[in-house]
Structure formats: structure tokens, C-alpha cells
């Protein structure tokens, strides 16, 4: 959920779909809508854009998601206009349901004060469009080189029938725990999770590095607590093949713990599988 919500109206908010921005990301969703309002289709620029790895089980009736995040390195000053978010997302069983979860570095409003940090958590669906579930940004002064635990739960049902969902983050060093705001879906359920980091906003893919570590992800339904079975490796972006393009791989798989990095020889294939269990 990139700033660019800032600049939007609400129908052009409605325009977008978790199609569009996990296949884009947030800077190639508003660059798509810049161009249908401007009837010219616009170019993507030679950005990183964004790596994903999904987190798939044959479970069912899931009602929550933990992983822990590191970011090991992080540009020096970045503009203040680029985007950077490193993110959980779980994906609903029904109404194209959606919300991602996590640490920002962009130019929302509610971060500027904050030296550009944050948490973003919101989503979409078909029923309520792009950031129409709920949106909350808060300011949140994350470093690099710290372990972080992000949650998201399923809360009680309300009064208007739709299911609420919390998103928090853990920081190890304190061991607080800190709530970042619900979103609504008419779901009970999650069908599985990605966990992504993205860019956007003038990133090139000669920026400066860009590694994250993950570890530990679990999951917890109805017949107990489990661990994702399958870990799979995608990417979206415009670099070409060289030594700048974006990267993910296994470091254990007992326990589970991957990275990603922008600017990276890539030696992990698009749509491989990192684990399998």
C-alpha cells in the first residue's frame, strides 16, 4: 500500500487490483493509472520492482500468519521520494481478499515527520477495490541489523458481519509488541501468504543493496500450528540479466531462513522452489 494513495481519487483507488499491484507493484499501479487517465500506455522505468516468496500448505481454515524480518542493508539517505516496503501479505479465501503488512520507507504523509519510516497495513478485494478493506499508516522508527516479528491475527466478527484482522510487530530487542490497526473482509479464512520486498520511486536497479532476511514462518488453523510446506521464489521487475538484478535464496531449512536482495547476481530462477516439505 504505496503513498501513491495519497494523489489518488477514490475511483481511481477502486481501479486497482492485488493483480495489478503484485504484478506491477505500487509505483507500476500508478503509473498504469497514470496512463489510462492520460489514454498513453507509460514505459516502465529500470526498477528492481519487487521479489516475492509465497508460502503455500495443503492446510485449510488458517487464521493466522508470524515471520520474522531483518533488513541487514539499507541505502545510506535514500530520497526522500523513493518506496521501499518489505512486507507480509495474506491472501483470503474469498472476494479477491487481501492485506499486506509491514516496514515502509516512503513519503506517506504519516511518515514525513518520521524521516520517511513506517507501518503500512491495509488491503483490497473485489468488493470494496484497492485499500477499501482498510488502510493504516503509522509512524515507526525500524533499523537495519534488528530482528522484527510481524502477526497478522483474526479478531472477533462485527456488528456489520465482516471479520476484522490485526496486524503487529514484535521488536526482539524490547520484546514489545506493537498494533497496527485491522482491515475487514467477508473471508473467515487465509489461503496462504507472500512475503515480498518492493521498490519503487526512482530505485534503479544500480541503487545501492537492498538485503532482507526472513525466518521462522508458522501459521495456525484449526487443527493446530504449522509451518509453511512449500516456499516458492518469483520476481517482478525490468532489470536485465547481469550483476543488478534482484535475488532470493534458502540460508536453512531447518530452521526456515531465505533472503532477498536488489542488485544481486540472481542465482535463484523465477519460480523455484526454495524449500519443500
Known amino acids: 500500500m504505496g503513498a501513491f494513495l495519497d494523489f489518488l481519487s477514490p475511483e481511481e483507488i477502486h481501479m486497482i487490483t492485488r493483480r495489478n499491484f503484485l504484478s506491477l507493484g505500487a509505483a507500476g499501479a500508478a503509473a498504469l493509472l497514470l496512463g489510462r487517465k492520460s489514454g498513453k500506455a507509460l514505459a516502465a522505468g529500470p526498477e528492481p520492482k519487487s521479489i516475492h516468496t509465497w508460502l503455500d500448505s495443503d492446510k485449510s481454515r488458517i487464521y493466522n500468519y508470524d515471520i520474522d524480518v531483518r533488513i541487514n542493508k539499507f541505502p545510506e539517505n535514500p530520497p526522500l521520494s523513493w518506496l521501499y516496503y518489505f512486507s507480509l501479505q495474506v491472501n483470503f479465501t474469498g472476494h479477491d481478499e487481501w492485506s499486506h503488512g509491514g516496514i515502509q520507507w516512503s513519503g506517506t504523509k504519516e511518515f514525513r515527520e518520521n524521516g520517511n519510516k513506517g507501518i503500512n497495513w491495509g488491503g483490497g478485494s473485489d468488493w470494496a477495490g484497492y485499500g477499501g478493506i482498510g488502510v493504516t499508516n503509522t509512524p515507526f522508527t525500524w533499523e537495519t541489523g534488528t530482528w522484527y516479528r510481524f502477526r497478522t491475527w483474526r479478531l472477533d466478527k462485527g456488528t456489520d458481519g465482516l471479520w476484522r484482522w490485526l496486524f503487529a510487530l514484535m521488536d526482539y ?3 514489545r509488541e506493537l498494533r497496527y490497526g485491522t482491515v475487514r473482509t467477508k473471508s473467515a479464512w487465509i489461503r496462504n501468504a507472500v512475503v515480498f520486498t518492493e521498490t519503487g520511486y526512482g530505485v534503479e536497479c544500480t541503487s545501492d543493496q ?13 487443527g493446530g500450528k504449522s509451518v509453511p510446506q512449500r516456499g516458492t521464489a518469483t520476481y517482478n521487475g525490468t532489470c536485465t540479466p547481469g550483476n543488478h538484478r534482484t535475488n532470493q535464496g ?7 531462513q531465505w533472503f532477498h536482495s536488489t542488485n544481486s547476481v540472481r542465482h535463484v530462477d523465477n519460480n523455484a522452489r526454495l524449500w519443500v516439505i
Open 173 to 175: 530487542g524490547s520484546g
Open 210 to 222: 537492498t538485503e532482507v532476511e526472513w525466518r521462522n514462518p508458522v501459521f495456525r488453523h484449526t
Open 250 to 256: 534458502l540460508i536453512s531449512e531447518n530452521p526456515l
